[in-house]
């Protein structure tokens, strides 16, 4: 036993001594982890994402000579320098290198302060671009539905990037969200509900329905139906949505587990939302869309049915009980409104059919 | 599962022989081998140990559990011992063995993968990691021994190990992966989310490096043993770029031999 022992202690001194932790490497993350402005200019807590921001403020503010200032990860720093004053009447480029000095990365910086776009044709897009892991050279993945008028410009938000993650070598127009040419008229959006194979099972996220929606994603592992991050400042009385749609259900429905729910018919949906801003909830996600006690009125789809004729649809806005709009609020930017299509009505919670398509076109949104 | 049963069925078999030899009077033939300088050896003992980088890397930030697992090993050695006082000798024989060993640690920028079935995500990983090697191999030692008196014998050589089957998988969590490069979109694994990884396929089949041990006679026919292994090549194949840093097996066998 001696012996053992004697073997033990001395085995465990080789280890110790091939084996003490090293200081700590400097930092190779790269991060813009706050922004700041004057608080009076803002009218929503700034939107961060990994490579964007994006700031509401109210008409007062002169965006031609701005000043932000960032936070990042601990040791980087950023060029042009926080603080540095900019006209942003354009997006602003800033980039971010790590403490080690080994990456960088780019941010746009937005000021966003005028009405969002009310109409919709889905013929421009831009490609989503990344390093490819494998070549180590910048890579396209994915569609981004953007629409421009008069120098202003909207970027529609999807869930494709949660999709990239499981499946990055998925063609452009594999994703679950990609533009198709067979619009109503020119092109138009299509929305897939796809499988996500074995990885996405094991994220328990067997499928991604194909979603398109005004507001940013952002994933959220633990709780995935918070990922979309839905609405932006809106300045008027929504009152009706106008479109035109087809639709094809899957052949096979499924639920989160991947079961398969016999006699199940998938379906889509096509709604907006007009809420309340408040201290605790600044945009509703995949929780709350439809629940939320901020929700001062909803336009939803209800007569819908599986066609591949193009299908006009118009939704009035109706108000929720007891609710009304307050006109000072409403000049001040306390009102956001998202537009929410997705090729399975209940695809949040992965419960719907894989190939469930639907394509939408030249949509508008009324208001007064 | 074929390896597996092999694995207990190898073993049985030795036992089995060992208490069947016990049980007879030693053959005249054995005894005319001794005095030839030759010698039968069985042994069997655990490998204590684990796949360690050679120096920490700065990616590893603490160990907050190991666990060596009980991974056993079973052997049959020929010596011959040299000369009239029989002080050298040289020894060959085979192993049957497992190596094995769970680890937990705390990283920092850690580069990996999480794959099932063809899809991946790749990326850096700053959190909790949980590793889970073990592997069975199939051992040819050639040591040469020297015998310092009655009792104690050291030896020294090398190893060649084939992996008969191998396992090296485990888990994230607790933590956040930076997908693609350290500025990639941040994926965060909080409130239990855990995600897997598996490597087995990537795993070298053959190992080999310097073996060195001793024993302790503690009567006539027992002996008690202790042989250190150390493979000189990196676990993994060279293709295999996912660990940034290199991982040699380092183990130590202690167990007791029955010599005929």
Sequence with gaps: MKLLRLGLISFCICIMMASCIKDEAPNAEADITSCKIPSKALIRDPVITNDKVILYVNDSVDITKQAPEFTLTEGASILPASGTTRDFSSPQTYTVTSQDGKWK???????????????????????????????????????????TLQGNEMEWGDGNSGFMIINSDAAATDYPTCQSDSGYVGKCAKLTTRSTGSLGAMFNAPIAAGNLFIGTF??????????????????STPKELVGYYKYKAGSVFTDSKMNVVTGKKDNFDIYAVFYE???????????????????????????????????????????????????????????????????????????????????????????? | MKN??????????????????AQQDRDSVLINLEKAGWEYEVKAGCNIGGIIPLGMPQEIRSIN??????????????????????????????????????????????????????????????????????????????????????????????????MLEGNFSGDVSNGYLRQGTPVGEKLEFKDGKTATYDFDSDLRRFEWGPEIGVSWKAFNRFKLNADLAYGFDHIFKKSFKTITFNLYPVYLNVGFGYIF
């Excluded at chain 1, 302060?113 to 889905?122: A, G, I, K, R």
């Excluded at chain 2, 060596?68 to 040289?90: C, I, M």
């Design chain 1, 218 to 235: 952002e994933i959220n592992l633990t709780n995935t139906a918070k990922s979309t991050h839905f609405g932006v400042p809106f300045y």
């Design chain 2, 65 to 162: 559990s190991y666990s060596p697992r009980l991974n056993g090993s079973f052997e049959g050695v020929v010596t011959h011992w040299f000369f009239k006082d029989k002080k050298w000798g040289a020894s060959t024989g085979l192993r049957i063995e497992a190596k094995g060993m769970h680890a937990s640690a705390t990283v920092k920028n850690y580069s990996t993968e999480i794959i099932t079935d063809g899809n991946r995500v790749a990326g850096y990983w700053t959190g909790d990691v949980n590793t889970k090697y073990s592997g069975t191999f199939l051992t040819l030692p050639f040591l040469v021994d020297y015998r310092f008196n009655k009792r104690w014998i050291i030896n020294a050589g090398v190893y060649v190990s084939y």
């Design chain 1, 105 to 147: 990365k780019s941010y746009q910086v937005e000021y966003v302060f005028n009405e969002m776009l009310t109409v919709y044709h889905f013929e421009n897009v831009k490609m989503y671009n990344d390093i490819d892991y494998d070549t180590g050279k910048t890579k396209d993945f994915f569609q981004i539905f953007c629409d």
């Design chain 2, 4 to 21: 597996r049963i092999l694995i207990i069925a190898i073993p049985l078999m030795f036992f089995n022989s060992i208490l069947a030899f």
């Design chain 1, 277 to 368: 801003v408040t201290d605790d909830v600044q945009y509703l996600d995949g929780t709350n869309s439809l629940t939320s006690s901020n929700i001062v009125s909803i336009a939803r789809l209800t007569d819908k049915m599986e066609t591949n004729q193009w299908t006009r649809f118009a939704i009035p806005f109706q108000m929720n009980n007891g609710k009304s709009i307050d006109q000072n609020k409403l000049k001040s930017g306390k009102y956001n409104l998202a537009i929410i299509m997705s090729s399975s009505i209940d695809g949040a919670n992965f419960n719907g059919a894989v190939g469930s398509t639907l394509y939408v076109d030249e949509m508008q949104l009324f208001y007064e």
